[in-house]
């Protein structure tokens, strides 16, 4: 289990400690109920216990097992209704127990070494496959979100309650975007958003399936009804090294941003915007779980697109 789960779990107080508590035991009753054998766990999750298993016929899954948190059936819901196209299958879940079995997938675009503008590309053709599930009946994500709104309110209390980690300029500068994203919020215009499709979300079939013709397919959504520019601004939010290495930081982030306009037909500047105001909330919200690296790269690249 990654320190960042632990530390999400713990978070969330006694349940939290009762999930972590219970874990062996609940991985033991599902490997009777699913007939699996789980084997090492997985690293890299954020906000589950992830482990490869295996069935009697031999075939390897994923068992993912969610911190005790609402929006994990917004996760299975989402997968569910996929179907597999653009997404990882889901096998099994039971949402009450927080439990999923996932078809078994290889590496993230983000760990094969492709250049970051095929790895756009592709993101931009899976998006446009996840834009198309269905949205959720009733529930949670059932209504139209204007994220712009949380972030405006995350920025404004992270900076307070980290003691201003990036300069004045990068936090009026998130929160000016925020509150141009918030205006433009259109319910008519949603879609069921991935809510975080960046390229690590994004891992290679075993395979080729139906569904997968890219030959990734995305993992991990949030599932909500939102603006689809939100998912290109997350896209958009990484590539830390590539900016800080760059002569020229702001004209190669502007050609990403152009590169993903194209392939999706969303407006450039609504990615730009919610592509700076991304990295500045992740930047934040990964210095308050104590991933100052991660954190601190984002809040650097912030400074230099100013």
């Known amino acids: 289990m990654t320190p960042i789960v632990r530390r999400k779990a713990e978070a969330l107080g006694d349940l939290g400690e009762a999930w ?9 009753d599902l490997e009777e109920r699913w007939s699996v054998r789980v084997e090492q766990p997985l690293s890299g999750g954020t906000s589950a216990y992830v482990a490869q298993a295996r069935t009697p016929a031999g075939l390897d899954v994923v068992l993912k097992l969610g911190v005790p948190d609402p929006a994990f059936s917004d996760e299975s819901g989402t997968l569910a209704r996929a179907g597999g196209r653009g997404y990882v299958q889901l096998l099994a879940h039971d949402d009450e127990r927080h439990a999923m079995l996932l078809e078994a997938l290889g590496p ?3 760990k094969l070494e492709l250049a970051p503008e095929l790895q756009l590309e592709t993101l931009c053709r899976l998006l446009r496959h996840a834009w ?18 949380a972030l405006h309110q995350m920025v404004r209390q992270l900076w307070d309650d980290l003691g201003a ?7 009026a500068q998130a929160l000016l975007f925020a509150g141009r994203r918030a205006a433009a919020f259109d319910p008519d215009l949603c879609v069921v958003v991935h809510g975080d499709a960046a390229a690590a979300n ?10 997968a013709e890219t030959g990734f397919v995305l993992v991990d959504p949030d599932g909500f ?13 990484d590539w830390c090294p590539q ?10 982030a502007r050609s990403y941003c152009r590169r993903l306009a194209n392939g999706s037909g969303v407006d450039e500047q609504a990615i730009w915007e919610w592509g700076f105001l991304e990295r500045v909330s ?6 308050s779980l104590g991933a100052d690296e991660l954190g601190q790269a984002h809040l650097d690249t912030a400074e230099r697109l100013i």
């Open 282 to 287: 992740t930047g934040l919200y990964a210095l």
């Open 20 to 28: 972590l508590a219970g874990l062996r035991d609940l991985i033991t």
């Open 243 to 252: 900016l800080l290495a760059s002569d020229d930081p702001l004209s190669l």
């Open 108 to 110: 993230s675009m983000s």
């Open 202 to 211: 994004a891992l290679q079939v075993l395979a080729p399936r139906e569904g």
């Open 165 to 171: 980690r990036c300069s004045e300029r990068v936090r």
């Open 225 to 237: 009804i939102g603006d689809p520019a939100y998912d290109l601004g997350v896209a958009l939010r």
């Open 132 to 149: 198309e599930v269905p949205p959720a009946v009733t529930g949670r994500c059932a209504s139209p979100k204007n994220k712009a709104s």
